[in-house]
């Protein structure tokens, strides 16, 4: 018959499997090198918006990351199985806008993956009955006609901002980060990156609602060649040590038809926050909209970087909206950040960290070691009993 300390025993098995999981797949951590250029070949800072390019390489491939604020902000990435690759650009059919190839990832045979995230529209409604379920929305802020600030780098990080001619007041930014080894966010939702991704964070900042009840959607826009970000995971834990109170990650994945094998990723926790420096208080929750397939000439038109880089963009949107009924409305503070990963191949997986192993493992084991030891000090006092020799009573 099992016994208590069975189940117990498993666990601890479980765990130390974990650990060791942990310890292996850290030990295959890769790097990259990276280079960053601003407007690569152009003399000057070309009217109408930036073109970042920052080159990843590894041992055998590169990755470049392409940010552009030529239209609506535009973020590229291309992946190639070359670590010499390069991009070209035609600057004047690059500002033209009016035919795709002005500008190329050479040579074209080394790109295995290309990949492609439009923010398009900022969407607002008035949630007057506090039920945030979209609706009585106002004209849409197309973000293709913001006026957006020159590129402010800074090491691997680069901040660009913007805002529509009705602003009063503040500003949508988005800040990218590239990443040269695998580690986490320094702040809230803490995001897990490797060196085969890069990560997004998206600030709306003293801009003034239109209504006392206003809450806000992002709508994006995946693109690529064959196959561009087409359905939504997502993914449950038990632990949420890094992002407090959220137990979810969504996925966002491209995949070949019939394969299971993950080509690109956008990865987000849903949870948006109200404050720069966030407490727990300050954390929203935030939900999609299921994938629909978009316009591939309408997103062209909108972005520079998409008309230069795709000839058949195939496009797939969908909206992010923030806050619950009953919540905080964006008036309560004006500020909104939310954080989004974007790469190749797989997205990271979040593990337990080694403190919560180190506890789990303690949690479990003590009381295991506990109920040995008991039941060795009862078979020992058993035995010594059961071996005393006593006079015959006459």
Known sequence: MATAAEPRSGAVRVILTLCVFKLLSGAETSSRQLTIELNPGSPLAPPGGDLLHVRAVGDNDTLHYLLSSQGAPTLLLV????????VQVNWIQFLARNSSGSLKVEPESSVMYSGGVVFSRLLEYDDVNDTAEPSNFFPPYELQNFTWSRLQLSGPTALLCGAATTFTNGSLCLQLSVFDSEGRGQTWPRLLHSANSSQLEVRLDGVLPRAMHSRFL??????GGAYPLSRVEVRHSIDDEFTPSIFKVSEWVSVENSSSDVLGFAQWKPVAYRQRHPVLEDATPCHHSEPQPQSGEATAASSALIRAFYPEPKVVGLNVSFGLAGEKFYNSTKFLSWTLLVGVGS????FFSPLVIAIMAVGLGTPMILLLLGGV?????KRAASTTAYEPIN
Do not use: I, K
């Open 79 to 86: 992946h190639t199985d070359s670590p010499s690759s390069t």
């Open 218 to 223: 992002l709508e994006l826009q995946a693109v």
């Open 377 to 381: 000090y009862v078979y020992v006092r």
């Open 347 to 350: 997205p990271p997986v979040d």
